[in-house]
């Protein structure tokens, strides 16, 4: 897979920027992982096509495998997303805009993240989820063998939120991974491990890799909830993050408020008719397939203009 997606990647069509991650998930499988932009919905579509990666994909031959594969496609319009980032030093989608200017002021206070969304904090969309304030419990069947898509539905709210170690000096990385990273990881298995209690279909704690697959210095969770308000009562009520949240405050004053540290996230509101989340042999708890059957019943009433495509292989 990792040959097939990096020779059609080089194309012109190919994506703006991508890089690749790994992580062991709750079924114990081994996930490599790539994460790639296009600012345009034409060019991934040329590039599925033009490039053989589509056909490599869909050949029935990837049903005989003695592994799994997914991808989780998000075409998202620029009002309904967000990035933010601790340094003037652009990651993920970032790479695509234009440089860093001022600091943003929707920020640092309770409904900062939903002001930052255009669609939610100047249109005033509430960005509800079409499945319902409660997310459906997830019922596994047979997936080994067969390729299934699973509808997505609309406003299901993906956060990519990042920890870059890079600069840090080992006094600081030390400090780092005894007082945040504890909490960090005891937060992504509580999304994980919890999902109708936490409204989070999916979490992925991921370890960025460079091309030999040797560990980077870099890692983010990925987490899947049924809308941005689930998201938003994790973040401000339950104690996996509030962990999370006073274990930073801890390790700045422990380094006397200067940190090489860098953080960042990104936030996307899905439409349902501009998504495709795709399960090739792989195994009954990837990624959402667990809601195969419930994501089906989900009504979608948003759609949006597919710019900004945010996939994932």
Same mark, same amino acid.
């Given at each position: ?5 990096? &020779?059609?990647?080089? #194309?012109?069509?190919?994506?703006? *920027? ?29 590039? %599925? !096509? ?6 490599? %994909? ?12 997914? !991808? =989780? ?10 990035? #933010? ?11 695509? $805009? ?13 409904? $900062? ?17 079409? *499945? ?12 080994? &063998?067969?390729? *299934? ?6 406003? #299901?709210?993906?956060? !990519? ?7 840090? &000096?080992?006094? =600081? ?17 509580? /999304? ?13 704690? +991921? ?5 030999? $697959?040797?560990? /980077? ?14 998201? =938003? ?53 990837? &990624? #959402? ?7 089906? =019943? ?12 945010? +996939? *994932?292989?």
């Amino acid at each position: 897979f990792a040959d097939a997606f990096q &020779g059609a990647a080089k #194309l012109a069509t190919g994506p703006q *920027i991508y890089s690749r991650a790994a992580h062991t998930d709750a079924s114990g499988f081994e996930n490599i992982c790539f994460i790639a932009y296009w600012d345009r919905q034409s060019l991934l579509d040329a590039w %599925w !096509r033009e490039s053989g990666f589509g056909d490599w %994909w869909n050949s029935e031959a990837r049903l005989r495998e003695e592994f799994g594969l997914w !991808r =989780e496609v998000y075409a998202v319009a620029p009002k309904r997303f967000e990035t #933010l980032s601790s340094a003037p030093h652009p990651t993920g989608v970032a790479c695509l $805009g234009k440089p860093f200017g001022e600091p943003v002021r929707e920020h640092n206070y309770w409904g $900062g993240m939903r002001d930052r969304v255009h669609a939610a904090g100047v249109d005033g969309d509430p960005l509800t989820s079409s *499945i319902g304030p409660v997310l459906p419990r997830p019922r596994l069947g047979a997936s080994r &063998g067969v390729r *299934i898509t699973v509808p997505v539905p609309d406003n #299901l709210c993906l956060i !990519r939120s990042g920890q870059d170690l890079g600069l840090c &000096g080992p006094e =600081e990385a030390a400090t780092y991974h005894d007082v945040v990273h504890p909490n960090l990881v005891a937060g992504m298995a509580y /999304l994980r491990d919890n999902p109708v209690e936490a409204g989070c279909a999916s979490c992925r704690f +991921m370890t960025e890799i460079d091309d030999a $697959g040797v560990p /980077l210095p870099k890692s983010f969770g990925l987490a899947a909830f049924a809308s941005m308000t689930h998201l =938003e009562e994790w973040a401000h009520n339950h104690p996996s993050h509030l962990a999370i949240f006073a274990s930073f405050f801890e390790m700045l004053k422990a380094c006397d408020g200067k940190l090489q540290l860098r953080l960042w996230h990104e936030v996307l509101v899905c439409s349902g008719q501009s998504s495709v989340c795709e399960y090739v042999n792989c195994h009954p708890r990837t &990624g #959402l397939l667990p809601y195969s059957d419930s994501f089906s =019943e989900s009504v979608h009433t948003a759609p949006s203009a597919p710019l900004n495509p945010y +996939m *994932i292989h």
